[in-house]
């Protein structure tokens, strides 16, 4: 009996040593495995994301660098304005980003201004971000017939000419188009912007009138029209409108601050102020349905 007893005592001893151990060892797995998961999942979320946020870097500036290739107003000058501006615009695509940049949207309207470039040509550009000097007068500024303008109105000799056609052929359709405003002086543009602001305040004058220098009445190429009957600001409902809305462009004009562009112009719609900018132009401009700001960012290089 004593054999025996001492023989089940030494089994429960083992299996109890076995118990233990078991326990022992399923308990260290649990924590390694714990611990390995834990780990791994922390490494996941650190790691991860940043492989991906590299990636996506790397992706648009491979993107731009193809870009830069395919596209001929590129300009390698503004390559960190191009990054900025995609950084804060991630949903742009990437030809809108270089567009929108070369029209100056990154930055704010009479901010970082430059002088305009291409004066005394139908391609000058003058906005909130392109300026004229005090002392910039355009060459070859002549009177536009009275018999189409109010009296004392100027254009630049090409301009005018055009002009004077379109009102011409406007007429033999019964139609009146008259210049009331063209030229204006920096002087004069100066003291029209002051009675604005002080009639509207600066934020409200700033839409529909430009500072000093920045107004494109002093390139000689801009006209004011209306039809005699209605006040001017009401242009879009005569039939004058209608005519030019299908023909300006035929002349080389084309309508200058469109409805649904106000960012790329920095003007609200204006149904009458016209800009003379040449056929080519004016006719590219409207079958394209763009701003002159775009054709200028896209099609005239000032780089
Ligand atoms: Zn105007």
Redesign the pocket.
């Known amino acids: 009996m004593k054999t025996a007893k001492r023989k089940k005592l030494k089994i429960r001893k083992k299996n109890f040593t076995i118990f233990i151990l078991t326990i022992f060892s399923f308990l260290f797995l649990v924590t390694k495995c714990i611990n390995i998961i834990t780990t791994h999942t922390t490494k996941e979320t650190k790691k991860v994301p940043t492989t991906k946020e590299k990636q996506k870097g790397k992706n648009k500036n491979d993107k731009l660098e193809t870009i830069k290739k395919e596209l001929e107003y590129y300009n390698e000058e503004y390559q960190e304005r191009y990054e900025k501006y995609l950084e804060e615009n991630p949903k742009l695509s990437l030809e809108q980003v270089v567009k929108n940049v070369n029209m100056h949207l990154d930055q704010m309207p009479y901010e970082d201004i430059e002088e305009a470039k291409y004066q005394n040509t139908e391609k000058i550009l003058v906005n909130k971000h392109y300026y004229l000097t005090k002392d910039y007068v355009p060459k070859n500024l002549e009177n536009i017939s009275t018999r189409y303008a109010l009296s004392g109105m100027k254009l630049v000799k090409n301009a005018k000419e055009a002009f004077e056609k379109m009102a011409k052929d406007a007429e033999k359709q019964d139609l009146t188009i008259v210049a009331m ?1 063209s030229y204006r002086s920096y002087t004069y543009q100066v003291n029209l912007y002051n009675r604005y602001t002080k009639e509207d305040g600066k934020e409200k004058a700033d839409t529909y009138s430009g500072r000093a220098g920045h ?3 002093q390139t000689g190429l ?3 029209v209306y039809n005699k009957e209605t006040n001017y600001t009401n242009f879009e409902k005569t039939d004058e409108y209608k005519w030019m809305q299908k023909h300006a462009q035929d002349y080389g004009f084309i309508l ?1 601050f469109p409805k649904n562009k106000e960012k790329e112009t920095g003007y609200q719609f ?1 149904s ?2 016209y800009r003379y900018v040449g056929i080519e132009i004016a006719k590219y401009i409207k079958n394209n349905n763009i701003s002159f700001e775009e054709y200028y960012a896209t099609k005239i290089k000032d780089w």
Do not use: L, M, P, T
Request: glycine letters at 0%; hydrophobic letters at 25%.
């Open positions: 405003s107004s494109e009445h801009a006209v004011d200058r204006e009458w102020h």
